[in-house]
């Protein structure tokens, strides 16, 4: 192999590991700016605020539609199912003082292209707002699955499945012999 063609694989493999680490970076500093505007901020602009940096998240679709990852492990990987990105925005919600028990994971299955789909539903005093990959929709869950025939599969509260992980990695760590204080 020539020295050209070498640089030109070196430089390519330097940029692609640049350009993961600048989103990670990115990512960062969005939640930051979020988790230093938070007392300025409306409740709408705060679901608005994740929304956008949600939407620099990639999605995996090779991956089942489970919660694998933690909201940390996205934010450094850039990459996440549908499930972990609807956990990690109520993940970050709840961090930035809405009630975690107003919402559920919805896992929603397209019947036309048998695609399945999680969202996160906001269930508020009055309505329910539903928190999509891309859009935030107020009503009715049911007015929605018929305009876009839809079928719920499942309901899960994030809460459960934080408590899990928890409960995991206790299990883990003390099989690992740690010691708690």
Same mark, same amino acid.
């Given at each position: 192999?020539?020295?050209?063609?070498?640089?030109?694989?070196?430089?390519?493999?330097?940029?692609?590991?640049?350009?993961?680490?600048?989103?990670?970076?990115?990512?960062?500093?969005?939640?930051? =700016?979020?988790?230093?505007?938070?007392?300025?901020?409306?409740?709408?602009? *705060?679901?608005?605020?994740?929304?956008?940096?949600?939407?620099?998240?990639?999605?995996?679709?090779?991956?089942?539609?489970?919660?694998? *990852?933690?909201?940390?492990?996205?934010?450094?990987?850039?990459?996440?199912?549908?499930?972990?990105?609807?956990?990690?925005?109520?993940?970050?919600?709840?961090?930035?003082?809405?009630?975690?028990?107003?919402?559920?994971?919805?896992?929603? @299955?397209? @019947? =036309?292209?048998?695609?399945?789909?999680?969202?996160?539903?906001?269930?508020?005093?009055?309505?329910? *707002?539903?928190?999509?990959?891309?859009?935030?929709?107020?009503?009715?869950?049911?007015?929605?699955? %018929?305009?876009?025939?839809?079928?719920?599969?499942?309901?899960?509260?994030?809460?459960?499945?934080?408590?899990?992980?928890?409960?995991? %990695?206790?299990?883990?760590?003390? =099989?690992?012999?740690?010691?708690?204080?």
């Amino acid at each position: 192999m020539n020295m050209r063609a070498l640089a030109v694989l070196f430089t390519l493999l330097f940029s692609i590991n640049l350009a993961d680490a600048n989103q990670q970076v990115l990512l960062r500093v969005q939640w930051q =700016q979020l988790a230093l505007q938070n007392s300025l901020l409306s409740l709408q602009e *705060k679901v608005d605020k994740i929304q956008g940096i949600a939407s620099l998240i990639e999605i995996d679709q090779q991956r089942a539609s489970q919660v694998v *990852k933690t909201p940390l492990q996205v934010f450094e990987q850039g990459q996440a199912t549908q499930a972990e990105i609807a956990f990690a925005k109520w993940y970050m919600l709840k961090e930035l003082g809405f009630p975690a028990e107003q919402f559920r994971l919805v896992y929603v @299955k397209d @019947k =036309q292209a048998t695609s399945t789909e999680v969202w996160l539903a906001w269930y508020q005093t009055q309505q329910v *707002k539903i928190i999509t990959q891309s859009d935030v929709y107020e009503g009715n869950l049911d007015h929605l699955r %018929r305009n876009r025939s839809l079928e719920v599969v499942s309901v899960v509260d994030p809460q459960l499945i934080l408590k899990s992980r928890q409960s995991t %990695r206790t299990a883990s760590l003390q =099989q690992q012999g740690a010691v708690f204080l």
